[in-house]
């Protein structure tokens, strides 16, 4: 009897330490998937919030944001449009419109280390500015450019519109008959995306130097003060750009290469730049054009090729790799230069002659002479181009 109430104690010992056990394990578990299912939730919402979160456009590199000219710009007018619309403006006035309207191959559209993914997109680009000078060669301007891109495979990219709204100062140097000498200042307010704005100071030299009648070589450093706050910068990131370029034409071909040196100071010393990875980038575009038609210049046919290089970057995505994009589009601009220099300059030559001029004699009837002003006749005559210039119009003007 009593070994039969020992061996059944031992079953019952037995089962309830199976049963504990078995408890334990099942509260074990149910903790574990409770912290799998924590961790999980709080992976997805750190993820959430890294996708809202505001980013920059990965398939816009330095150059397409903070653009520079070249050359000056075409007219599309002919020369008797142009001269009756100019006539209406005031002298002092200039302004530049460019449209550009481009499809391109991309071989590295995301910019990633590796695994590159290429795409093909069509870009249109209109870019206006309008200055008027304020003295002989310093004018003030405001400027605003549109980039919209639209990709055939990567389409969550064609969501943003970049647009660029500046106002700044400008003053030329004129160095003998060939070298032009150029400062620039501007402030900008950038629109990257929903929810991203960044505001630019961008103080900028450019040194060009004609080389014949058919060469242009120009060398350009340009700093871009970062923040995101209107005027307050930089607070997000310094980014000095170094380009050197040469442009060459023929006949109505035009060739033009640049290499454009960038370097992106961000986080850190900066704690709120977007994106935070800081990197460099060489960036250079080999480009050929022509007009399309000749009685209409302006209306350019180009191939541009552009070669772009990352380091630095730590692999982050939208910052490393190399692409290469591969432009072909037209472009169409005009541009109104401000004449008020050289009108100026014309008076004081046309007045300079009067003065060395000699007076001529005016016969008295019997050989002999009176020194009088050799124009007598005061009938009333249609204004020259030359009383216009004295009197302070523009050539062309009514009377």
């Not at 990257?192 to 130097?209: K, M, S, Y």
């Not at 004609?210 to 990131?237: D, M």
């Not at 990352?310 to 190399?322: D, E, M, V, Y």
Request: charged share 20%; proline share 7%.
């Amino acid at each position: 009897m009593e070994s039969a109430k020992g061996s059944a104690l031992q079953k019952r010992y037995f089962l309830g330490l199976i049963a504990v056990s078995l408890f334990a394990l099942s509260t074990q578990s149910a903790n574990a998937q409770s912290l799998t299912s924590t961790n999980a939730f709080e992976t997805a919402t750190a993820n959430q919030q890294i996708a809202q979160a505001p980013t920059a456009p990965p398939q816009f590199v330095p150059t397409d944001v903070t653009p520079f000219s070249v050359a000056d710009e075409h007219t599309t007018l002919g020369q008797g449009y142009k001269f009756r619309i100019f006539q209406a403006l005031p002298e002092r006035l200039w302004f530049t419109s460019t449209t550009e309207v481009s499809q391109r191959l991309d071989t590295n559209v995301l910019f990633t280390y590796s695994n590159p993914r290429p795409d093909y997109a069509f870009r249109v680009l209109p870019n206006i500015s309008l200055g008027y000078n304020i003295a002989k060669n310093t004018s003030v301007y405001t400027n605003y450019f549109v980039i919209k891109d639209t990709f055939a495979d990567n389409t969550f990219l064609n969501r943003p519109t970049t647009q660029s709204l500046s106002m700044g100062i400008r003053h030329n140097w004129q160095i003998g008959d060939k070298t032009n000498v150029q400062v620039d200042f501007q402030a900008r307010e950038l629109w990257q995306a929903r929810g991203l704005r960044q505001f630019d100071f961008i103080p900028n030299l450019t040194i060009t130097r004609a080389i014949g009648a058919r060469n242009v070589v120009f060398g350009s450093t340009l700093l871009q003060l970062r923040g995101g706050k209107y005027f307050v910068a930089p607070t997000r990131e310094i980014d000095p750009f170094y380009t050197l370029g040469w442009v060459h034409r023929r006949g109505p071909w035009i060739f033009i290469v640049t290499d454009t040196l960038v370097t992106n100071f961000r986080s850190p010393p900066f704690h709120s730049s977007v994106p935070r990875q800081g990197n460099c980038s060489m960036i250079a575009d080999i480009e050929v054009a022509r007009p399309v038609l000749k009685s209409f210049p302006a209306l350019m046919a180009f191939i541009r090729a552009e070669p772009i290089y990352n380091w630095s970057s730590h692999k982050a995505p939208g910052l490393s790799g190399f692409d290469f994009r591969l432009f072909g589009g037209l472009r169409l601009s005009f541009s109104k230069p401000a004449y008020n220099a050289t009108i100026d300059n014309l008076r004081k030559q046309i007045l300079e002659s009067e003065e060395e001029a000699p007076v001529a004699p005016a016969s008295t009837g019997n050989g002999s002479s009176n020194l009088r002003p050799a124009i007598q006749n005061t009938k009333p005559k249609k204004s020259s181009a030359r009383q216009q210039i004295l009197e302070g119009e523009e050539p062309g003007s009514a009377s």
